[in-house]
């Protein structure tokens, strides 16, 4: 098995654990709609949702992410990989902060006027 080869299958990994926590952060967002719908113990089951399902994509897309570079440094060494590369990262940028601004309702920069304790 060659450098490369190795690496595709790491590559092959990192994709299928990207894919599984899309698809098991999903599921456990429904679960838990349902049982806040069911018990009543949100004020706004929907809403948390959303943000549950926002984290779940965002997680989701910084492993395929990692995928992505790896093959990029590691598999492909071309320049349209590399182009291709920097596209998916910056879809992602503009993903993360439209989910952002979606499930807070402000622009990351902004939290702290809003009085939020969470700035990172």
């Known amino acids: 098995m060659t450098y490369r080869e190795f690496f595709s299958h790491i590559v092959d990994v990192v994709e299928a654990l990207g894919a599984t926590v899309l698809l098991l952060g999903a599921v456990g967002a429904l679960v838990r709609f349902v049982r806040n719908l069911v018990t009543h113990r949100v004020d706004d089951p929907y809403r948390d949702l959303r943000k549950d399902l926002s984290r779940v994509i965002l997680l989701g897309l910084e492993v395929l992410i990692i995928a992505d570079i790896i093959?990029?440094?590691?598999?492909?060494?071309?320049?349209?990989?590399?182009?291709?590369?920097?596209?998916?990262?910056?879809?992602?940028?503009?993903?993360?902060?439209?989910?952002?601004?979606?499930?807070?309702?402000?622009?990351?920069?902004?939290?702290?006027?809003?009085?939020?304790?969470d700035v990172r």
């Open 71 to 117: 093959r990029t440094i590691v598999v492909d060494q071309s320049v349209e990989s590399v182009a291709v590369l920097g596209i998916i990262v910056l879809i992602r940028i503009l993903l993360s902060f439209s989910l952002e601004v979606e499930v807070e309702g402000m622009w990351p920069w902004n939290r702290w006027r809003a009085g939020g304790d």
